[in-house]
């Protein structure tokens, strides 16, 4: 490298013209040149080095031994800053060729590979690309410490080596001096706090057992963070691996809550009672009861977990969630939301021109339904509303039956199921309230009823299960519509617990010839939602036995698309596990074939954010296709599920099916609308608000529902202005359309979801944990979506409560050591990604301080602002416990 020489100062006067110097007189003028720039203290290095490379020559020993010596220590003085290449090493590059030759030359001794230590130093700059002669030399030099040559000599050195891996791993030669290297290398970088590089390093040479030794108690938990969030780049198994690493490591320091998240996020149940069983403290025990309530795991608390019965109880209560409505309730009374709204609250028709008013008269069964889903969504979990549970006006008798007979037939299955959602949570209030219409005469009453209690009880699990005991005996009714309820609200109860008793009695329903498509549907879901994730195969073979007996007439209906849905969810991010049936779905009618491949690889990589899946469901969108073929719907679907595992392949989806709207297909349309609403659900992004904003508008109708529908998921339970606003006018736009009016109603209900307390995310924890349970039943919601006219708008518009397994308080409620609510400052911000930062980086931005119980918006992170308590916990949200910290004094 030339010394840097500006182009103003070029030595001496402006020369004329002359012939063409042969090379080598170019050279000796250049070599002037270069040393007339030199400072002189730079010159008299320079000559002092060369000075060495000849005494290196020299035949005395002593004198090689001196030289080699100063030579080091010149290099070594340099090697410490690494913004330019250090002036040794620059002086010394036209003599690399030499000394190689020399090294080639000498007898083995200590001096040959104290040579060699400085030539691998050396060919740092010099060495050719792809010739790893730094490592050559390294292997052969001393075994001294490696840290002295500097930062950058380390980092080129660990990338040639996992070169070199590579190399001997192919060729099957021996890798022992490598990993000794790798040891050193290692154990300099968690010293000097460069975590991220040990950790790729130990993954290139696929030995990331050596980190357990090596991290301390000050960085394990920065190497466990980049772990956990490089996880989801990884191919599988390396995934699993690295997880399984950051596991092992929090078990060792003691870090339990984080252990547990890591538990929960492999679905490894031995993993969860380790956890428990790691700690004595019966705190941090409830704590991970409420971590695992969260996340709906349905655990059943043993000897193992508890010793104490009464602790057993305790711990049991909290994961079956009972104390769910009471928390929730608490922070609706703190923020001041308690009293019931009315749909004509959320549609704010004054704000609107004057010719939306007119509308009114249209269709009002469907508005009357309309607004029955509004009023569910709104006040879900409240336990009071303004239509349903509203007080006797007159002595008559309540006024509560006669919304319910404003709707007309499978209208009053909805809004009799209402009362479920309105009482969501509260098990004991809410079957007192339903428990009248169980006994009606009109069956659509009846259906409702029994899908309410189902409702209620979702995500509440109980020891004398009063869902299971109600419901059971409506299974085997002869109307149709109340077998469905039934079936439904058992579904949505038990969603994720795997209850046997439930799968011999919904596949007995499957097997048998007599129960028509509607019924088998129903019950192929429900059985899906009960199994979700648990790879299940006799499950799998009944439906999959269902979907062959189907006449072509059937796979027809639109129906039918839900069976592949329910075999999916039997599979719900359990990746390769799908394989097996995937190629049974091979064999069957053309007409579903396709579809069905497609929906269970989308769900089996549910939330993996696996590549190479959505290159592949990009390239199946990509087809022109004949008439009638429908499986792009769920191949644009399927981007979204598995591209929602991060940010960045969240972005990236978001690009392409930009990409998609411009150039697919009219069916590959109608799916992307739903597609970017999973993709950010409740969480308000404004670029996706304005496609979808712009799609609301469009041409087909189809696309047009479906991205008002998504305009409601992406803002679900944000209560977001502009969103509201866009449906606003919408429903001025549409007052002549009945269908598209519905629509606009149910997102308008959805983004005010529980008064903007709930959220539909199925991710927590910190965007960590996928909720399996929340995840199916949105997945359920967007396949009915995509046939949007026979299905939501038909007479299965029930369907769209199958969104109450996502619902979520989206609340921090700290409570004290007796779990009693506990009022304590936090800050509230943006999250930063703060993974491989230096030093201790703030991890939010743009806080406000509020007391809890707080809500966090999707993307916002919170923190105690006192040092009084210590949270159970590193993630607040959802059910924190404080306990008070013993070195904390007030002053005064």
């Not at 189809?702 to 449906?727: C, D, F, K, P, Q």
């Not at 967007?782 to 969104?803: E, P, Q, R, T, V």
């Not at 009693?820 to 400052?825: E, G, H």
């Not at 105690?864 to 904390?888: C, D, F, H, Q, R």
Request: net charge negative; hydrophobic share 40%.
């Amino acid at each position: 490298m030339a010394a840097d020489q500006p182009p103003s100062s070029s030595s001496g006067p402006e020369q004329p013209p002359q012939k063409p110097l042969s090379s080598k007189d170019t050279k000796k003028k250049k070599e002037e040149k270069k040393d007339e720039d030199l400072s002189e203290e730079d010159l008299a290095l320079k000559q002092q080095l060369e000075l060495y490379v000849e005494r290196v020559q020299d035949t005395d020993p002593g004198v090689q031994k001196l030289a080699l010596e100063s030579m080091r220590q010149e290099i070594r003085s340099a090697t410490s800053s690494m913004t330019s290449v250090p002036k040794p090493l620059k002086f010394l590059r036209p003599h690399y060729g030499t000394l190689k030759t020399f090294y080639e030359q000498i007898p083995e001794s200590d001096l040959k590979k104290y040579l060699a230590d400085v030539l691998s130093v050396l060919a740092l700059t010099m060495s050719a690309e792809g010739e790893r002669e730094s490592l050559k030399y390294r292997l052969l030099g001393c075994d001294g410490d490696i840290g002295s040559w500097g930062h950058e000599y380390v980092r080129n050195l660990a990338g040639e080596i996992a070169q070199e891996f590579q190399k001997r791993q192919y060729e099957d030669m021996p890798i022992d001096a490598l990993m000794e290297l790798v040891q050193q290398i290692v154990a300099f970088h968690m010293k000097h706090n460069a975590e991220p590089e040990a950790v790729d390093l130990l993954m290139e040479v696929e030995d990331l057992d050596l980190l357990v030794e090596h991290v301390d108690s000050s960085n394990y938990k920065r190497a466990c963070l980049y772990l956990t969030s490089s996880a989801s780049y990884l191919p599988s198994p390396d995934d699993v691996l690295g997880l399984d690493i950051a596991y092992t490591i929090y078990i060792k320091f003691d870090d339990l809550a984080s252990a547990l998240r890591i538990a929960l996020h492999l679905d490894n149940s031995q993993y969860v009672k380790q956890v428990f069983a790691s700690t004595d403290d019966i705190l941090l025990k409830k704590q991970f009861s409420y971590i695992i309530g969260r996340h709906g795991l349905p655990l059943e608390v043993d000897e193992e977990i508890a010793a104490d019965e009464n602790d057993r109880e305790a711990l049991q209560d909290i994961i079956n969630n009972t104390r769910l409505s009471e928390g929730y309730l608490a922070l609706a009374r703190d923020i001041e939301v308690m009293e019931a709204k009315s749909p004509d609250d959320i549609y704010k028709v004054h704000l609107i021109d004057g010719r939306a008013s007119a509308s009114s008269s249209l269709d009002s069964a469907r508005q009357n339904l309309a607004a029955t889903f509004v009023n569910a969504f709104v006040n879900a979990g409240f336990g009071q509303d303004k239509l349903m549970t509203a007080p006797a006006e007159s002595s008559s008798g309540g006024s509560t039956g006669s919304w319910l007979f404003k709707n007309k037939e499978h209208g009053k299955a909805s809004a009799a199921a209402s009362l479920g959602m309105i009482h969501l949570w509260d098990v004991d209030s809410g079957l007192s309230q339903i428990d009248k219409y169980l006994h009606s005469n009109d069956n659509h009453v009846v259906a409702g009823a029994l899908l309410g209690v189902g409702i209620v009880n979702c995500g509440i699990k109980n020891d004398c299960d009063p869902a299971l005991a109600l419901l059971i005996d409506f299974l085997d009714r002869e109307d149709t519509t109340i077998r469905i309820g039934a079936i439904l609200g058992l579904g949505i109860t038990y969603a994720g617990t795997h209850k046997d008793e439930l799968k011999v009695r919904l596949s007995n329903i499957l097997g048998d010839p007599k129960t028509t498509l509607e019924v088998l549907v129903f019950a192929a879901i429900s059985l899906g939602l009960v199994f979700v994730g648990s790879c299940n195969e006799e499950i799998a073979q009944s439906i999959i036995f269902a979907l062959m007996d189907r006449s072509d007439a059937e796979l027809g209906d639109a129906l039918t698309r839900l069976l592949p849905v329910a075999l999916g969810l039997l599979y719900l991010g359990k990746q390769d596990s799908v394989e097996a049936t995937a190629e049974v779905s091979k064999t069957f009618n053309e007409k579903i074939k396709k579809y069905c491949d497609v929906t269970l690889m989308s769900l089996a990589y549910a939330g993996t954010g696996n590549v190479l899946k959505v290159q592949k469901l990009l390239g199946i969108c990509s087809h022109h296709l004949e008439k009638g073929e429908t499986h792009q719907g769920p191949a644009v679907l399927g981007i979204a599920l598995i591209a929602m595992a991060e940010e960045l392949g969240a972005d990236m989806a978001v690009r392409s099916l930009e990409r998609l709207l411009q150039y697919g297909e009219q069916n590959i349309r109608r799916a992307v609308p739903l597609a970017l609403g999973i993709l950010c659900i409740s969480n308000p992004k404004v670029t996706v608000m304005d496609t979808l904003s712009r799609l609301s508008h469009d041409a087909d109708s189809e696309v047009s529902m479906a991205a008002i529908i998504a305009l409601g998921l992406l803002g679900a339970g944000t209560n977001n202005a502009r969103i509201a606003t866009m449906l606003r006018n919408l429903s001025s736009y549409y007052y002549k359309e009945a269908g598209h009016l519905f629509c606009v109603r149910i997102a308008q209900g959805l983004v005010h979801l529980g008064k903007g307390l709930l959220t539909l995310s199925p991710y927590h924890s910190d965007r960590f944990l996928l909720c399996p349970m929340a995840l199916a039943g949105l997945v359920t919601v967007l396949h009915a979506c995509l046939d949007m006219k026979s299905i939501i708008l038909g007479k299965y518009h029930y369907m769209l409560y199958a969104l109450v397994l996502a619902m979520q308080p989206r609340m921090l409620m700290t409570v004290d050591e007796d779990l009693k609510p506990l009022s304590v400052p936090v800050r509230v911000g943006q999250a930063v990604d703060v993974v491989g930062q230096a030093g201790r980086p703030k991890t939010i931005t743009g806080f406000q301080t509020h007391s809890t119980p707080v809500l966090l918006a999707a993307g916002e992170r919170a923190e105690l602002a006192t040092e009084k308590y210590i949270p159970s916990t590193p993630v607040l949200e959802g059910y924190v416990i404080l306990k008070v910290n013993p070195e904390y004094h007030e002053d005064h």
